[in-house]
């Protein structure tokens, strides 16, 4: 069975930075197209980056050139690099693969709080 596991979120001031992990057990991600979601209080999870099997990533507007996806073959993870976080970044983030009829059971997501 296939668990994923979210880690590094927490509190942080405006400007901040933080690194997420996801790590995966029963299952390989390297021929995976994984991604990074969020969900913010009342909104709908939404994908923010993603990281193919090539190593060639994406990310939506609003985090380009604030975010960093990147993957560790050896280690079955993958990372968010993220840096001049904004209160509007606060939500609960998820990794996944990007694929929607190939995507896991969701993990527990990790806390990231931006405060102003």
């Known amino acids: 069975q296939v668990q994923l596991v979210e880690s590094g979120g927490g509190l942080v001031q405006a400007g901040g930075s933080l690194r997420l992990s996801c790590a995966a057990s029963?299952?390989?991600?390297?021929?995976?197209?994984m991604g990074w979601f969020r969900q913010a209080p009342g909104k709908q999870r939404e994908l923010v980056a993603t990281i193919r099997s090539d190593g060639n990533t994406g990310y939506e507007d609003s985090v380009k050139g604030r975010f960093t996806i990147s993957r560790d073959h050896a280690k079955n993870t993958v990372y968010l690099q993220m840096n001049s976080l904004k209160p509007e970044d606060t939500a609960v983030y998820y990794c996944n693969r990007v694929a929607a009829i190939a995507r896991f059971s969701w993990g527990q997501g990790t806390q990231v709080t931006v405060s102003s």
């Open positions: 029963g299952i390989i991600f390297s021929v995976s197209a």
